[in-house]
């Protein structure tokens, strides 16, 4: 069973910095994403970033592209968000989650589609202040 551990939300004030980790673990399976999503109170889950276990691809979503870097460290088996510039607007709860077997390699990961997502964590929390 796949299990991942997110952590490192915290408050931050607007042009600030946090980084993100997501611990994963329990994989028998190779071809795989690993993705971040958020939820803000009252909206709907977004889609952040992924990144690809196959090639290391990264994908971004347009509202946080160019000011948060998505990378893996395949030894601690953990994946990083590193989120600067942030704006009250980036504010929400953040997940990570894994992919179903199989995605890995799919162009479809570019729209970080949350449907072929299966496994996940629970969510760290964002806050930043104006």
């Known amino acids: 069973e796949v299990q991942l551990q997110a952590s490192g939300g915290g408050l931050v004030q607007a042009g600030g910095s946090l980084r993100l980790s997501c611990a994963a673990s329990?994989?028998?399976?190779?071809?795989?994403?690993i993705g971040w999503f958020r939820q803000a109170p009252g909206k709907e889950r977004e889609g952040v970033s992924c990144?690809?276990?196959?090639?290391?691809?990264?994908y971004y979503a347009a509202s946080v592209k160019g000011r948060f870097t998505i990378s893996s460290d395949n030894a601690k088996n953990t994946v990083y968000l590193q989120m600067n510039s942030l704006q009250p607007e980036d504010t929400a709860v953040y997940y990570c989650?894994?992919?179903?077997?199989?995605?890995?390699?799919?162009?479809?990961?570019?729209?970080?589609?949350?449907?072929?997502?299966?496994?996940w964590g629970q969510g760290t929390l964002v806050t930043v202040s104006s």
């Open positions: 989650a894994a992919s179903k077997p199989g995605w890995g390699s799919s162009g479809i990961l570019s729209l970080i589609p949350h449907g072929i997502f299966g496994s």
């Open positions: 329990g994989f028998t399976y190779d071809d795989y994403a």
């Open positions: 990144i690809s276990s196959s090639d290391g691809s990264t």
